[in-house]
């Protein structure tokens, strides 16, 4: 997941991910200096640069400092100003109008013309965007007025978070529009910063560029403590980059496991997220033994989840509470407590003999980059499911192969990563509606409780929906389609450099390097 919003895609490994802004830490009285480099370590290779084609979270952290988009979000989650300066919308329509003087990183002007073509394009089914009802609804068409700087959008269904979600896409220059190859290890946006040099695997280095001036609420291009280059490193291992942020060649990682511990005092800048981390998805693809509700049932039945959470967040999570970031979702409340069937592995034991699925294989692929406790947690889920009867073949996948199976191009029964984002309507596209390559929908769900609940909830914007939210995620949970197990805090801590969140990621504005 918006973003996102956190950048939406699936959790601390696909794109939204899920946020909150905390103290905690300082700058120690050293003032912010001019001319430095910002150095970030990622869990993960982002993969293809390319905003519209993305589901990866770390991708989408890239992304932000080379794409502006039409709003801004504050650390609290209020709306700013972005590319846009003003906005009204309903729920099935919304205006732009874009601020003058904005540049592509090629010199050439903005205009409202390439911005309704980014969201025409996303919104256009043909074109396979991993974007599409996620920041755009599908069907939706964006219109411009050159002479006036606005950008009219009209969307064929409902979407509670319309201003929001359409505020939130990347938008990409003409160039990029005209050849996304363009793309993949480059960039075309009006961002802060253009790549300079990609090397896969390893690191990605971004260069400012000197004309940017504009970017989200109170912005100013000449505040001191702007990184001249921003480095990203690719760091799969959280001890390693705990050492660098230690020792300041790293100004800055995000933590899952107990290395975060390591960076305490005030040299350190503590930027809290509290996300759904633990998600078990079934696939329910026709011919699985997952799509029958019974043997998700009796799987369920046969898992300490409790234990699971202890175990997938080192001991310092807390129960799921749903299936959105608690603490940036308009609509709060549990959605998972009592909805779950209680643990008990005879019972379950039982119940699976009683679907004849006793001796198949499951293939369990669970996100192997980033947090230390995922390997002991999966590990425990293949002890207590063969247990119960089952085969299970347990499968480590990196960041790349978690967006293969958001594509469809992996095989798998059960997958353990998560899926962030900040608004319930960021979900609808993973939970319903077209499977790869026609949308995102990729453990086939078909639940017609949810898309139920979805589309009263569509009609009625903001908070006002969050009732038929709460009774669309119940609906999910109920039917065991995504079993969330654990919240957890995925702190980002820097060193030698302030900076605030927005929506679960590094706010490219807000970095000030520290002398």
């Not at 696909?14 to 200096?33: F, I, P, S, T």
């Not at 914007?461 to 995925?490: H, Q, R």
Request: glycine share 12%; proline share 6%.
């Amino acid at each position: 997941m918006k973003a996102l919003r956190c950048a939406a895609a699936l959790g601390a490994v696909v794109l939204l991910a899920a946020c909150g802004n905390d103290g905690g830490g300082g700058a120690n009285g050293r003032q912010a200096v001019d001319g430095k480099t910002f150095t970030m370590a990622v869990a993960g290779d982002p993969g293809n640069l390319d905003p519209h084609f993305t589901s990866l979270s770390v991708t989408g952290q890239v992304d932000r400092f080379l794409y502006d988009s039409l709003l801004g979000f504050a650390p609290d989650g209020k709306t700013l100003p972005g590319l846009a300066e003003k906005w009204e919308s309903t729920s099935t329509t919304a205006t732009f109008t874009l601020r003058k003087g904005i540049t592509c990183a090629d010199g050439t002007p903005l205009t409202a013309a390439t911005v309704a073509k980014n969201i025409s394009f996303v919104g256009d089914p043909k074109n396979s965007s991993t974007r599409i009802s996620l920041y755009v609804p599908a069907g939706a068409k964006a219109t411009a007025d050159e002479a006036a700087g606005t950008v009219s959008v009209t969307s064929p269904s409902p979407d509670a978070f319309l201003e929001r979600n359409l505020g939130g896409l990347p938008i990409v220059c003409e160039k990029g529009l005209a050849d996304r190859t363009k793309l993949k290890q480059a960039s075309e946006g009006t961002g802060m910063y253009t790549v300079t040099e990609a090397v896969p695997d390893d690191h990605y280095t971004l260069t400012r560029r000197k004309g940017y001036a504009w970017g989200p609420g109170d912005f100013k291009a000449d505040t001191v403590g702007l990184p001249e280059k921003v480095v990203i490193r690719v760091i799969t291992n959280e001890t390693t980059a705990a050492n660098l942020v230690l020792s300041g060649e790293v100004n800055v990682a995000r933590f899952t496991g107990p290395d975060s511990q390591r960076l305490q005092g005030d040299q350190f800048l503590k930027r809290d997220v509290l996300a759904p981390t633990g998600e078990i998805w079934f696939n329910q693809k026709a011919g699985l033994p997952t799509a029958d509700l019974a043997v998700r049932k009796a799987l369920i039945q046969s898992a300490d989840l409790n234990q699971m959470q202890q175990v997938f967040t080192s001991g310092r999570g807390t129960a799921a509470t749903g299936l959105v970031a608690p603490a940036m979702t308009p609509c709060k409340g549990d959605t998972v407590a009592g909805t779950l069937p209680a643990f008990d592995a005879a019972g379950g034991k039982t119940a699976l003999a009683a679907t004849g699925a006793v001796g198949k294989k499951l293939v369990v692929a669970w996100g192997g980059t980033g947090n230390p406790g995922a390997q002991a947690a999966a590990e425990l889920l293949q002890q207590q499911w063969q247990a119960a009867g089952m085969q299970i073949e347990l499968k480590s996948v990196t960041t790349t192969q978690v967006g293969q199976i958001a594509a469809g191009q992996l095989a798998w029964d059960v997958a353990m990563f998560p899926i962030g984002v900040t608004l319930p309507s960021q979900l609808v596209p993973f939970l319903s509606g077209p499977t790869p390559p026609n949308g995102a929908n990729f453990a086939a769900f078909d639940n017609k409780q949810y898309a139920a609940a979805v589309a009263e909830a569509q009609k009625m914007t903001g908070e006002s929906g969050c009732p038929k939210w709460a009774e669309a995620e119940k609906a999910v949970v109920a039917n065991l389609d995504l079993v969330p197990f654990a919240n957890s805090n995925a702190p980002s801590i820097g060193n030698g450099a302030e900076f605030n969140l927005s929506e679960g990621d590094v706010d490219p504005s807000s970095i000030r390097m520290l002398g």
